[in-house]
């Protein structure tokens, strides 16, 4: 018994197998296997090490966003001029990465809250003004009193209410088509302890001061003209500016830092992400509400302005690459067993298709019949039948 473990495990660490292979002389086998072979290469090579670059692991970036707006408006209404600057136009205050420029608006002045008709509440008597409720569409709440002389019912709320003519077209602040967005984005990928900032080596004071952004001229350039990025988003900024709408700004990193960190640099895009009023019928552009609020003879009075802009929503994707060995001996390991696909192939050729089948079976498997020792040639006491000792 200790002999033959002996000699299992002898057998075990100084012997080594391998697979029988028969070599079969086939123009046409010969061909697919070698056109199969050639294509798996090309993969392995062309997608998986040029295209994917399977041979690098990856890092997504963390980011921030820094934003200034800069640009003066005049309005002339009614003979009125207005000035306005940043801190009118824009929404929220500057520094985030989302925000809205002004492009038009309408003025309602001199509210306080008081009592007056409510234009979307007609009636004829009081019974058509039911107190205490309000309308969907309305201003205020109504008291339960038809002010017959006008036909409408009498609400309490911000009065006089908000004017809603016809939306100024043009807009009314068409020169924020000269405004200028200065972006500053720092991103930072944690697993290569790389940081980089949009102000990237050829940026510098110097250039800022005289630079605007163009896709060909100055690619690099982190100041924008308003009318720019409408134009580069697909839309025509008389429309956009008149109703409003969204714009997308896209910062994209894409760095391999198998070179020198100061070939990654960012890439800018840009989309209309909704006010495109050539293409719906719905509801268009963007806008919203703000007032402000003053005191006029120990009475509170405010100044409502329905704004009408351009909301831009400034993103960040980033991904950084760089060699490891892991990945690549993966690749490289997975690319070799996809060539056994040609043997697999060439192998149900020969032994199903090919009119020599028959032989290539023969060739390639080998048969043995375990014949099955006969108890009859034994006697009682386990020794072979007819011998002496």
Same mark, same amino acid.
């Given at each position: 018994?200790?002999?033959?473990?002996?000699?299992l495990? +002898?057998?075990?660490?100084?012997?080594?197998?391998?697979?029988?292979?028969?070599?079969?002389?086939?123009?046409?086998?010969?061909v697919?296997?070698r056109?199969?072979?050639?294509?798996?290469?090309?993969?392995?090579?062309?997608?998986?090490?040029?295209?994917?670059?399977g041979?690098q692991?990856?890092?997504?970036?963390? +980011?921030?966003?820094?934003?200034?707006?800069?640009?003066?408006?005049?309005?002339?209404?009614?003979?009125? @001029?207005?000035?306005?600057?940043?801190?009118d136009?824009?929404?929220?205050?500057?520094?985030?990465s989302?925000?809205?420029?002004?492009?038009?608006?309408?003025?309602? @002045?001199?509210?306080?809250?008081?009592?007056?008709?409510?234009?979307?509440? %007609?009636?004829?008597?009081?019974?058509?003004?039911? $107190?205490?409720?309000?309308?969907?569409?309305?201003? $205020?709440?109504?008291?339960?009193?038809?002010?017959? @002389? &006008?036909g409408?019912?009498?609400?309490? !709320?911000?009065?006089p209410?908000?004017?809603?003519?016809?939306?100024?077209? =043009?807009?009314?602040?068409?020169?924020? @088509? %000269?405004?200028?967005?200065?972006?500053? %984005?720092?991103?930072?990928?944690?697993?290569?302890? *790389?940081?980089?900032?949009?102000?990237?080596?050829? *940026?510098?004071?110097?250039?800022?001061?005289?630079?605007?952004?163009?896709?060909?001229?100055?690619?690099?350039?982190?100041?924008?003209?308003l009318?720019?990025i409408?134009?580069? +988003?697909?839309?025509?900024?008389?429309?956009?500016?008149?109703?409003?709408?969204?714009?997308?700004?896209?910062?994209?990193?894409?760095?391999?830092?198998?070179?020198?960190?100061?070939?990654?640099?960012?890439?800018?895009?840009?989309?209309?992400?909704?006010?495109?009023?050539q293409?719906?019928? +719905?509801?268009?552009?963007?806008?919203?509400?703000?007032?402000?609020?003053y005191?006029?003879?120990?009475i509170?009075?405010?100044?409502?302005?329905?704004?009408?802009?351009?909301?831009?929503?400034?993103?960040?994707?980033?991904?950084?690459?760089?060699?490891?060995?892991?990945?690549?001996?993966?690749?490289?390991?997975?690319?070799?067993?996809?060539? $056994? &696909?040609?043997?697999?192939?060439?192998?149900?050729?020969?032994?199903?298709?090919?009119?020599k089948?028959?032989?290539?079976? %023969?060739?390639?498997?080998?048969?043995?019949?375990?014949?099955?020792?006969? =108890? !009859?040639?034994?006697?009682?006491?386990?020794?072979?039948?007819? $011998?002496?000792?």
């Amino acid at each position: 018994m200790k002999s033959r473990f002996s000699d299992l495990l +002898s057998d075990f660490l100084f012997e080594y197998e391998t697979p029988r292979q028969v070599l079969v002389k086939n123009k046409r086998v010969g061909v697919v296997c070698r056109l199969i072979q050639l294509g798996v290469l090309v993969y392995i090579i062309g997608w998986v090490f040029i295209y994917e670059k399977g041979y690098q692991s990856t890092d997504t970036a963390i +980011s921030s966003i820094l934003t200034k707006m800069k640009g003066i408006g005049i309005t002339n209404e009614n003979g009125t @001029e207005r000035i306005w600057d940043v801190a009118d136009y824009v929404f929220p205050a500057q520094g985030d990465s989302s925000f809205v420029v002004m492009t038009n608006y309408i003025m309602t @002045e001199g509210q306080q809250q008081t009592t007056c008709p409510e234009p979307q509440a %007609n009636c004829t008597s009081d019974t058509d003004c039911k $107190g205490g409720t309000f309308k969907r569409t309305g201003h $205020g709440q109504l008291t339960g009193k038809c002010l017959t @002389e &006008v036909g409408k019912c009498e609400i309490q !709320a911000w009065c006089p209410t908000e004017n809603e003519p016809k939306i100024p077209d =043009p807009a009314l602040l068409m020169s924020s @088509e %000269n405004f200028t967005l200065y972006i500053k %984005n720092s991103i930072t990928f944690p697993t290569f302890e *790389v940081s980089r900032s949009n102000l990237v080596e050829d *940026v510098n004071s110097t250039y800022l001061k005289s630079c605007i952004y163009e896709a060909k001229n100055n690619p690099l350039c982190p100041i924008f003209r308003l009318g720019d990025i409408v134009k580069l +988003s697909g839309l025509k900024y008389a429309d956009i500016a008149k109703e409003g709408g969204g714009i997308g700004i896209v910062i994209d990193w894409e760095c391999d830092l198998d070179f020198h960190v100061k070939y990654c640099k960012p890439d800018y895009s840009f989309y209309a992400l909704y006010g495109d009023t050539q293409k719906t019928d +719905s509801t268009l552009g963007y806008n919203f509400r703000y007032a402000k609020y003053y005191m006029d003879d120990g009475i509170e009075k405010r100044t409502l302005i329905k704004v009408f802009g351009i909301r831009i929503d400034i993103l960040v994707w980033g991904e950084a690459r760089k060699f490891d060995i892991i990945p690549t001996l993966t690749a490289i390991g997975s690319g070799v067993g996809i060539f $056994g &696909v040609a043997t697999v192939v060439c192998d149900l050729v020969l032994l199903y298709v090919l009119p020599k089948r028959d032989l290539y079976k %023969n060739m390639k498997f080998k048969h043995t019949e375990i014949q099955q020792e006969n =108890p !009859a040639l034994k006697t009682d006491d386990g020794n072979e039948g007819g $011998g002496l000792h």
